[in-house]
């Protein structure tokens, strides 16, 4: 199987502009996890689709929202981008709530 | 009570060396611990993983010793080679609960180098 496919891979921003990262889980799953990765704050949770639903969000303000279309592929928009933005932006699929969670390769965003 | 705390933050072992890195966890619910190792420029895998119910699980160089009482778990890297050279990440979430506790808490990581 294919693993998690994360697209693009790199981003330049200009702070307030917004961006969509998008990705396509391992086929089967129907959860998909969004993580922000910085080397301050390490691994963050944002939020997981099951299913169209989300399901949880972590502590991110309004400016970070998601979604999940029929075929389970996702996408994460970032509104109004600040420089603290920049980070590596991390998929994860699971075909289960109970099943570990496979990661892509992530999507670097810079923020200038 | 989500927090999930990673020592040391790098480390440094010679081949053949055996690599060891801590981590403790504060909320009781949690009960799946993986492991998941990252190279630069690819996302985190998952490596190895284990459930409280037992002590210490292996596979092949890679073993957790879990300690409930203490709420503590360690990756253990035996014979340690070059190509381990990565950051590793240990995590926590719940399958019992709800909410936010069932996805995972990640450690602040490990830089691991293993010197040729």
């Known amino acids: 199987k294919a693993g998690v496919t994360q697209t693009p891979r790199y981003l330049i921003k200009t702070r307030g502009q917004q961006v969509t990262l998008s990705c396509s889980p391992i086929s089967g799953h129907r959860s998909v996890s969004w993580y922000q990765q910085t080397p301050g704050q390490g691994l963050q949770f944002l939020f997981e689709?099951?299913?169209?639903?989300?399901?949880n969000k972590g502590n991110f303000p309004g400016r970070f929202s998601g979604r999940q279309f029929s075929n389970s592929r996702s996408e994460m928009n970032v509104s109004t981008l600040e420089l603290g933005d920049s980070a590596l932006y991390l998929c994860a699929s699971r075909d289960s709530f109970n099943s570990p969670l496979h990661f892509g390769n992530g999507t670097r965003l810079t923020v200038t | 009570q989500q927090q999930v705390k990673q020592s040391p933050q790098s480390l440094i072992v010679q081949k053949g060396g055996i690599s060891i890195i801590n981590c403790a966890y504060e909320n009781t619910a949690f009960d799946y611990f993986p492991w998941y190792q990252q190279f630069p420029g690819k996302g985190p895998a998952l490596l190895i993983a284990?459930?409280?119910?037992?002590s210490e699980k292996k596979e092949g160089r890679f073993t957790i010793s879990f300690n409930k009482s203490a709420k503590q778990f360690s990756l253990h890297i035996m014979d340690s080679q070059p190509g381990d050279s990565a950051t590793y990440f240990c995590a926590a979430l719940t399958y019992r609960r709800s909410g936010s506790a069932r996805q995972l808490t990640f450690g602040s990581g490990t830089q691991l180098t293993v010197l040729p």
């Open positions: 689709y099951f299913s169209e639903t989300q399901r």
């Open positions: 284990i459930r409280p119910d037992v």
